[in-house]
Every structure is written in C-alpha cells, then in structure tokens.
C-alpha cells in the first residue's frame, strides 16, 4: 500500500470516528434536553433547582489529557528517531521504543500531581 493511500485512509477513519464520536455526544444532548422539558411541564418548581444546578461549572473534560498525551507522543516518536538513528544494535532500539511508555506516563503523572497541587492552593 502506498503512504498516500495510508494517510489518506488513517485520515478519513480518523474522520468517521470523530463524526461517531460528536453524533453520540448530540444525542445525548438532545435526551437531556428533551427531558429538562418534561420536567418544567411537570413540575415548574423542581425545574428551578435544576436549572440552578446547570449554571454551576462543570467539570472540564480530558481535553487536557490528550494535548498531554499527543504532546508526549510527539516527543517520544522524536527522540527514538534520535537514539535509533543509523545503529542496527538492538538496544538503541530497545531504549528508543522505552521513550513512549516513559513519556506519557510521566506526562500523565506531572498532570495528576499539578492537578492536586492546584486544589491543595485552592483549599486554603
């Protein structure tokens, strides 16, 4: 298979997933909303605590969690072409490969241990 024709199919899957993805989150939407007006016709009093409810921030989503991880990704795939460069040796290899796993979990941790800090200084 010619790489044009790769990246040309890793595009148009990456595409319909994407396109799955955002029609179940539409879905979804419309449920909850369908169901916030069977309530305010139900029952106008109880709508108002729910709709107090919606003006509260929600929590963010993992959008976050993928630039970190795509970040990491990057990285990893940057500095194993570095070690692996023009050297048949299995380790080099072996090393390059360990960058992947290494990154994104330590891009994950720093993450975590970010978020917690944030939340210890706003607890004060």
């Known amino acids: 298979m010619p790489t044009t024709e790769m990246?040309?199919?890793v595009a148009v899957i990456a595409a319909l997933a994407l396109?799955?993805?955002h029609?179940?989150?539409?879905i979804g939407t419309s449920i909850k909303?369908?169901?916030?007006?069977?309530?305010?016709?139900?029952?106008?009093?109880n709508a108002s605590l729910l709709f107090a409810q919606m003006g509260?921030?929600?929590p963010r989503g993992g959008d976050d969690r993928l630039a970190i991880i795509l970040i990491?990704?990057?990285i990893a795939m940057a500095a194993g072409v570095i070690i692996a460069v023009d050297d048949p040796g299995?380790?080099?290899l072996g090393i390059a490969a360990s960058l992947f796993p290494l990154l994104v979990g330590g891009a994950l941790w720093l993450r975590l241990?970010?978020?917690?800090?944030?939340?210890?200084?706003?607890g004060k």
């Open 113 to 122: 241990f970010l978020a917690e800090r944030r939340q210890r200084a706003s």
């Open 90 to 92: 299995i380790v080099r």
């Open 72 to 74: 990491a990704i990057g």
């Open 23 to 26: 029609l179940l989150r539409l």
């Open 7 to 9: 990246v040309a199919m």
């Open 56 to 58: 509260e921030e929600q």
């Open 33 to 45: 909303y369908k169901a916030m007006r069977k309530l305010v016709e139900a029952d106008p009093a």
């Open 19 to 21: 396109g799955f993805i």
